[in-house]
């Protein structure tokens, strides 16, 4: 058998060769157009938060949106009050030793709290306007004095079926 030598120049001959004979025009077909893949629609702050609870969600962001109009960085009462929920700084250490550790300022954290707090008060009176008025007068001052007339109609505007 005859070995057959290689030369530099017969290498690239044909590497060129190849290179240009794989380079050889293909028509292409344009792409049919994408179809949008189906999504599910993505659950809100307060559908996160209410999950697993008997608080509504629509509830929840009403009364976000009367406390602070849904701003995380809001501050009222003289700074005692932080968050879209206006959580205020002397019931918040009593808060974290019923639901644990969340930043006010937290949309998601401070929204699973209040949630979680809003089935307790509903829980203990039986009543969705005795436990909304005891977001903004502690459960007690809900039940003695009555919900808070002004404070339920203003939370009661930004329900979806006041809007509708």
């Known amino acids: ?13 044909l590497a060129a060769l190849a290179l240009f004979s ?4 293909y ?28 608080t509504p969600p629509e509830l929840l962001r009403a009364i976000a949106v009367v406390e602070s109009d849904e701003r995380d960085s809001a501050t ?4 005692e009050s932080l968050g879209r929920f206006q959580d205020r700084k002397k ?12 930043d006010p300022r ?8 209040y949630a979680l707090e809003l089935e307790a008060h509903y829980r203990l009176s039986g009543d969705w306007d005795i436990a909304v008025a005891a977001h903004r007068q502690g459960l007690k001052g809900a039940r003695t004095d009555g919900p808070t007339a002004w404070y339920l109609e203003r939370v009661r505007s ?4 006041a809007r509708s």
């Open 91 to 102: 019931y918040h250490a009593w808060r974290e030793s019923l639901y644990g550790p969340y």
């Open 27 to 54: 028509r292409l077909e344009p792409l049919a157009p994408a179809t949008p893949c189906p999504r599910e629609p993505l659950w809100t702050v307060y559908e996160v938060a209410c999950y697993g609870t008997e």
């Open 1 to 13: 058998m005859r070995r057959v030598q290689s030369s530099p120049m017969a290498f690239i001959l």
């Open 158 to 161: 930004h329900l979806p079926e």
């Open 106 to 113: 937290d949309a998601q954290a401070a929204a699973r709290v």
């Open 76 to 79: 009222g009462d003289d700074g």
């Open 22 to 25: 794989s380079a050889a025009p």
